[in-house]
C-alpha cells in the first residue's frame, strides 16, 4: 500500500505547523513535524510512505497534482491548518477526482475537522486529534480489509452518513515514536532540510519535540494537546541528539518546540546533564515560560541552551489574569536579567489587543518590550482561533468581526484578525503591531547591538542576515 504524507500547497512559505499559521515577517519556516512523527510511524510499520512538503518545494498546485499523479498514492493523508482549512479541503478533493485514491485530512489544531465533511463529498476520512496511531490503524485497515469502526479517533463517510469512532487516548510512552530527525533525514535529506528556516536559530536547523501537551492553560493559546503533558525520557532524548550530532553533522542548532521545554525543574536539569556528560555540542533553544529558574536556566546554559522563545505577552496585571498566565511583570523583569546574566538570548512575543487591553496597557506592552531589550520580539495582533477560549470569549460578546476563519490571515498570508474590539477595530490593532515592530527594531542602541553580534558571531550573522533580508522588506512596507 502506497501512502502519501503530504504538506499541500498554499500560499509560498506558509507554516501550517506554527501555533499563529501564516507567512512570517522574519523569513521563518516551519517543519511539518506533526506530519513527519506519523510518517515515522508509518515507515516503522513497514508501509510504502512518502513525505513530501509541497510548500518547502516551492510547487504550486498543478506541480503537486503532476506529482501525486506520477507517485499514484492509495491513500493521500493532508496536513491542514485553520487559515488554510479550505484550501486544504479543496486541493484534497481535487486529488480525490483527479486519482481516485482515499483521502485523509490530519491536523495539529483546535478546530474540529469534521467540518470537511460539510465543505467537499470528495472528503472520505478526518483523523481527529493526535493522530499518528489513527493513521497507522486506518492504513491497517485499508490494506487488510479490517474493520473502520475499530480505528479509534477515525470520522469516516459511510454512504451519506458521517461516523465518527470513539475518540483515541493520548499516546502515554512517547519513547515509542521513532526519532523525527531520522524522518527528516529520509524523506528530505540535506538539501531539504537546509529549507527550513527560524528567524531565531542558527542556520541549518532541525526541529523536534521532547514532549507533548502544556499544563498550563492561556486562553488565547491554540495548541491541541492542552492539559495533557506527556514527555519523553532524558535517555531518549539524549539518544536524538546523538543522532543528530552524528548523522547530520552540518546541522547547527536543535530547536526543542515543546510547548514549554522546562516545565519539570528536575527533568529539564537530568537532560541538561546527559548532554554534558556524553559530550554533545549541538547548540539548542526552546520555549519557555519566565517562571524558569536561575538554577535550571544556569544548567541549560551549560548544556548548550542558546535561545529562549518566550511569551511575555504583556506587562499589565489586570490583563495577564484575564487570559490565566500565571505570571507577574516582577516575574518577567527577572527572568530577563536572569537571562542575560547567563547570556542567554531571548525571542520575545507580546500580544496587543488582549481581554482588558486598552490604548494605555497597549502603549505600555509596547515600551516594556523595549525596555527588556530581547534579542528579537515579535508583536502580534490577538488571534481568536476557534476552538480556544478566546474564540468563544470574542463570539460570546459580539467581537467576532467575521467567523471565516481564512481572514485570520491577509491576502499576504501575514497575520491579521478577525477580532473587533470596542475601543479598536481589527486594521487598528494589526497597524499597532506594525508601529510596535518599528519602534523596537530602529532604535539605534539595537541596531548596534546587533551589528556587534553579528561582528562577534559568523553564525548569528548570518541567521540576522537571512532574518532581516525579508524582515526588512515588510518592515518599511507597514
Known amino acids: 500500500m502506497k501512502i502519501l504524507m503530504i504538506n499541500p500547497p498554499f500560499m509560498p512559505k506558509y507554516s501550517r505547523q506554527s501555533r499563529s499559521p501564516c507567512v512570517t515577517k522574519g523569513g521563518t519556516f516551519y517543519y511539518p513535524y506533526y506530519l513527519a512523527y506519523a510518517t515515522g510511524v508509518l515507515d516503522k510499520e513497514g508501509f510504502k510512505v512518502k513525505l513530501v512538503d509541497a510548500i518547502a518545494n516551492e510547487w504550486d498546485k498543478e506541480e503537486t497534482m503532476k506529482f501525486i499523479k506520477k507517485f499514484k498514492p492509495d491513500l493521500y493523508v493532508s496536513d491542514t491548518s485553520i487559515p488554510s482549512f479550505k484550501n486544504d479541503v479543496e486541493f484534497a478533493s481535487g486529488v480525490k477526482e483527479e486519482i481516485g485514491c482515499k483521502v485523509c485530512l490530519v491536523g495539529a489544531h483546535r478546530m474540529d475537522m469534521r467540518e470537511a465533511f460539510r465543505l467537499s463529498d470528495k472528503i472520505d476520512f478526518v483523523c481527529r486529534g493526535e493522530y499518528d496511531y489513527t493513521v497507522r490503524d486506518l492504513a491497517r485497515a485499508l490494506e487488510k480489509g479490517g474493520k473502520l469502526s475499530a ?13 465518527n469512532n470513539k475518540d483515541r487516548p493520548f499516546i502515554q510512552n512517547l519513547d515509542e515514536l521513532p526519532f523525527v530527525s531520522q524522518v527528516y533525514k529520509k524523506h528530505f535529506g540535506k538539501e531539504g532540510i537546509k529549507k527550513y528556516f527560524y528567524a531565531s536559530l542558527r542556520w541549518p536547523q532541525v526541529t523536534i519535540l521532547t514532549a507533548r501537551g502544556c499544563p498550563y492553560n492561556c486562553s488565547f493559546c491554540p495548541i491541541p494537546f492542552k492539559a495533557s503533558y506527556r514527555a519523553r525520557s532524558p535517555e531518549n532524548v539524549l539518544e536524538e541528539f546523538k543522532y543528530i550530532q552524528d548523522e547530520l553533522p552540518f546541522v547547527k542548532e536543535v530547536m526543542l518546540e515543546d510547548d514549554t521545554f522546562p516545565v519539570i525543574k528536575s527533568r529539564t536539569i537530568k537532560i541538561s546533564e546527559l548532554l554534558i556528560k556524553n559530550k554533545i555540542r549541538l547548540k539548542w533553544s526552546c520555549n519557555a515560560r519566565v517562571n524558569t529558574d536561575y538554577e535550571t536556566l544556569k544548567k541549560m546554559k551549560e548544556a548548550g541552551c542558546r535561545l529562549l522563545c518566550v511569551g511575555f505577552e504583556t506587562p499589565t496585571q489586570k490583563v495577564l489574569d484575564n487570559i490565566h498566565k500565571g505570571t507577574t511583570e516582577d516575574m518577567q523583569v527577572k527572568f530577563m536579567r536572569d537571562t542575560k546574566k547567563l547570556g542567554l538570548l531571548v525571542n520575545g512575543c507580546f500580544i496587543l489587543g488582549l481581554p482588558g487591553d486598552d490604548e494605555e496597557s497597549i502603549n505600555r506592552t509596547i515600551e516594556f518590550a523595549k525596555k527588556l531589550n530581547c ?93 532581516a533580508k525579508v524582515f526588512f522588506k515588510y518592515l518599511w512596507r507597514d
Request: proline residues 4%; glycine residues 4%; hydrophobic residues 35%.
Open 151 to 163: 480505528v479509534l479517533g477515525l470520522s469516516y463517510r459511510k454512504g451519506k452518513k458521517i461516523i
Open 375 to 467: 534579542d528579537t520580539a515579535q508583536f502580534y495582533p490577538l488571534m481568536v482561533y476557534p476552538g480556544t477560549e478566546a474564540y468563544e470569549w470574542a463570539k460570546r460578546n459580539g467581537y467576532l468581526e467575521t467567523e471565516d476563519y481564512t481572514k485570520l490571515i491577509d491576502e499576504n498570508g501575514q497575520h491579521s484578525t478577525i477580532l473587533r474590539l470596542p475601543n479598536f477595530t481589527s486594521k487598528e490593532l494589526v497597524a499597532l503591531t506594525h508601529k510596535a515592530r518599528k519602534e523596537y527594531y530602529l532604535r539605534w542602541d539595537y541596531i548596534i547591538y546587533k551589528l556587534w553580534q553579528s561582528i562577534r558571531s559568523p553564525d548569528e550573522a548570518i541567521r540576522t542576515l537571512k532574518s
